[in-house]
């Protein structure tokens, strides 16, 4: 089975530039969560997605960054305009469900690693 | 808040020695908890989960932890370390409001 895709591999920018992520999670799964894993610590939530609707996003710093999955497949995260400390790996994942219903088996892409000048 | 702490940010290991990491959690009612591990350019890999079931849980590879409210830990364990098992692990709580969070992660090295 294909796992959790995520381009690009790698991307170096300079501040205030704009930069988009793109992640494709397993066929079926209806669940969809970015994360943000900054060197040294453990992944944050950023946002979680139940098909195409927003089920949390209230770690995302909203004047900044922004996503969307419009036909519950696929999605995008963009940072617009971009920060020194938004540099970190960006982790997608995804699963069955929401991690209530016992779900909790993420399935992760491999990131993608951020750095900003 | 349900919150979980790695005691340890490295643990050096031989190989064949046992594997000890551990994991402290905080939470206001019995926690869900997870170990996730994290191979070098590899996504995040699900280990073991403890949901209130058995308090010991075995996970894949080997690996197995026991949740001990009295101790309120979660420490993942192996009796016999192999060089593949060299990578990021990390304790995961899930909280009251369905998330996920993660420690700050334990990597492991195994040397020959």
């Known amino acids: 089975e294909a796992g959790v895709a995520q381009s690009p591999r790698y991307k170096i920018i300079e501040k205030r530039q704009s930069v988009a992520f793109w992640c494709n999670p397993i066929s079926g799964h209806a669940t969809l969560y970015w994360y943000q894993q900054i060197l040294g610590q453990g992944p944050k939530l950023l946002i979680q997605?139940?098909?195409?609707?927003?089920?949390?996003d209230s770690q995302l710093p909203k004047d900044r960054f922004s996503a969307e999955r419009l036909k519950g497949v696929d999605s995008t995260l963009k940072i617009q305009p971009a920060k020194l400390e938004d540099s970190a790996v960006y982790l997608c994942a995804s699963s069955l469900g929401p991690t209530f219903r016992g779900n909790e088996k993420l399935f992760f892409g491999s990131g993608t690693q951020l750095s900003v000048l | 808040a349900q919150s979980v702490t790695q005691l340890d940010s490295h643990v050096s290991v031989s190989e064949g020695t046992p594997v000890l990491l551990r994991c402290n959690y905080s939470?206001?009612?019995?926690?869900?908890l997870f170990w996730y591990v994290q191979h070098p350019n590899k996504g995040l890999q699900l280990l073991l989960k403890y949901t209130s079931a058995a308090t010991l849980v075995k996970g894949i590879n080997g690996f197995e932890a026991e949740f001990k409210k009295s101790e309120t830990s979660f420490h993942l364990t192996k009796p016999s370390a192999h060089m593949s098992d060299a990578a990021e692990y990390f304790c995961?709580?899930?909280?009251?409001?369905?998330?996920?969070?993660f420690g700050t992660g334990t990597r492991l090295l195994v040397s020959p």
């Open positions: 939470s206001s009612y019995s926690p869900s």
């Open positions: 997605f139940q098909n195409n609707g927003v089920v949390d």
């Open positions: 995961v709580v899930r909280t009251g409001f369905q998330k996920l969070v």
